[in-house]
């Protein structure tokens, strides 16, 4: 548990980390705490939009609807791995969840299956919602996998968190009974944290290492090479005459 970075020290982490920042109008000081606590903070949760278009799914996320006001996260992490701040303070992105899992959260431990809401949850997690229709169908690039990875990391970084263990980063689904969401991610949240606790064993700066690219089809000969070729050949069947 910690108290909240300053929005400074929070766009701080996030760029040391090699996360592409968009900030929106006003973002520092967008948020829902007249409402509530916002912190301690102990973890990041992770979201699906259930929309498309980047521009859209950002003011929808700064603004909200007439069901839920905004914000409904800190940060939307678009399909380009482009992450857009819209709020930060408390925010309307966790709601009720299980109190046994932010206990497991807070400790390191593997999650329990939720199976309760008797906990605020905007008051203590970071929230990133992920532009994906969240349909199991709409791919997530890789680019935006890790963008979610190198925000992940940049916070627990930040606050010292995943020295213990890798679940300072958590599903939605795996907070509120019902949720499912961020649904068909690769390696799902287990990956997520996989690689989350990878990037904490090296600097800010690191990069995982590119997989090797395969080598090029060899390119078709030129008219001349071909021409060559055959006069050589030409040549040699009349010295076996």
């Not at 709020?87 to 206990?103: E, F, I, M, S, T």
């Not at 925000?151 to 599903?171: C, D, E, Q």
């Not at 795996?174 to 991610?185: A, C, L, V």
Request: proline share 7%; glycine share 12%.
């Amino acid at each position: 548990m910690a108290d909240p970075l300053s929005a400074a020290a929070f766009l701080a982490a996030l760029r040391a980390e090699g996360v592409k920042v968009v900030e929106t109008t006003g973002w520092r000081t967008h948020n829902r705490n007249s409402k509530g606590k916002w912190g301690p903070v102990h973890g990041v949760m992770i979201h699906h939009t259930v929309t498309e278009g980047t521009a859209s799914t950002v003011a929808l996320c700064r603004n909200g609807h007439s069901a839920l006001p905004g914000p409904l996260c800190h940060g939307v992490i678009a399909k380009d791995g482009t992450v857009h701040l819209v709020g930060y303070g408390r925010a309307n992105h966790a709601g009720l969840g299980d109190d046994d899992v932010l206990k497991a959260v807070v400790a390191e431990k593997a999650l329990p299956t939720d199976n309760e809401a008797n906990t605020d949850g905007n008051a203590r997690f970071y929230g990133f919602e992920c532009e994906n229709l969240g349909d199991g169908k709409d791919p997530w690039p890789a680019v935006q996998r890790e963008a979610i990875i190198r925000a992940s990391a940049a916070l627990l970084r930040a606050h010292g968190w995943g020295k213990a263990g890798s679940t300072s980063v958590i599903g939605h689904a795996e907070w509120q009974p019902g949720k499912i969401d961020p649904r068909g991610i690769s390696g799902g949240m287990d990956g997520i944290r996989k690689n989350v606790a990878e990037r904490l064993k090296h600097a800010a700066s690191w990069s995982p290492p590119s997989a090797p690219k395969p080598p090029a089809p060899p390119k078709p000969p030129t008219d001349t090479e071909r021409i060559t070729a055959l006069e050589k050949r030409v040549t040699a069947l009349e010295k076996e005459k």
